[in-house]
Antibody
Framework: QLQLQESGPGLVKPSETLSLTCSVS??????????WGWIRQPPGKGLEWIGN???????NYNPSLKSRVTISADMSKNQFSLRLNSVTAADTAVYYC???????????????WGQGTTVTVSS | QTVVTQEPSFSVSPGGTVTLTCGLS?????????PNWYQQTPGQAPRTLIY???IRSSGVPDRFSGSILGNKAALTITGAQADDESDYYC??????????FGGGTKLTVL
């Protein structure tokens, strides 16, 4: 059964880099049947799609975050990661990793989410 | 910049039926946008209710259904229960690997 678990520092200083890891179990991230992505939710606000990646290394990012975001994978550990540069208080949020089924030819299925991890940006 | 629109809030009586919608600031939503619907209660991760317009996720009661109504995606709850009181979000595949969430609808059951 596919499961995802986020990990990383809960506190990041302004202007520094936020780094989170998503550990995947039950499925190889080398699989061509999934996209792997990140979503965040600021306190009291809605969900925001950050970006995703495919096993080929192809990435897609929210245009509003694209200049600061990198999503990458460590195939040996079956993990993928999020890096967000130059953070400010506005980046304080619960960060979720998630998978989405991919059937090829731009067709998609359901998704599975991690439980989320809270990141606070503060000095 | 693509904006996905949802009603900020909605109210339904217990046992009643409610339809929440998910639209685009410009253009119509079709099944090609792969609309997904999520339910979220405070402090919890979102739960996937519906994917690819109208497919219920495993374990989701059949009183939740998804469709395209006019130019929007829709989530209908039939026979609303007290524990349906939650925030509901939709997400659309807008282009070239990009997904956009709606702002969410706060559903009250009273």
């Amino acid at each position: 059964q596919l499961q995802l678990q986020e990990s990383g520092p809960g506190l990041v200083k302004p202007s520094e880099t936020l780094s989170l890891t998503c550990s995947v179990s039950g499925v190889s991230i080398r699989s061509s049947s999934y996209y792997w992505g990140w979503i965040r939710q600021p306190p009291g606000k809605g969900l925001e799609w950050i970006g995703n990646m495919f096993y080929t290394g192809r990435t897609n990012y929210n245009p509003s975050l694209k200049s600061r975001v990198t999503i990458s994978a460590d195939m040996s550990k079956n993990q993928f990661s999020l890096r967000l540069n130059s953070v400010t208080a506005a980046d304080t949020a619960v960060y979720y990793c998630a998978s989405r089924d991919y059937f090829g030819s731009e067709t998609y299925g359901t998704d599975v989410w991690g439980q989320g991890t809270t990141v606070t940006v503060s000095s | 910049q693509t904006v996905v629109t949802q009603e900020p809030s909605f109210s339904v009586s217990p046992g009643g039926t409610v339809t929440l919608t998910c639209g685009l600031s410009s253009g119509s939503v079709s099944s090609n946008y792969y609309p997904n619907w999520y339910q979220q209660t405070p402090g919890q991760a979102p739960r996937t209710l519906i994917y690819s317009t109208n497919i219920r996720s495993s374990g989701v009661p059949d009183r939740f259904s998804g469709s395209i109504l006019g130019n929007k995606a829709a989530l209908t709850i039939t026979g609303a229960q007290a524990d349906d009181e939650s925030d509901y979000y939709c997400v659309l595949y807008v282009r070239s690997g990009i997904w956009v969430f709606g702002g969410g609808t706060k559903l009250t059951v009273l």
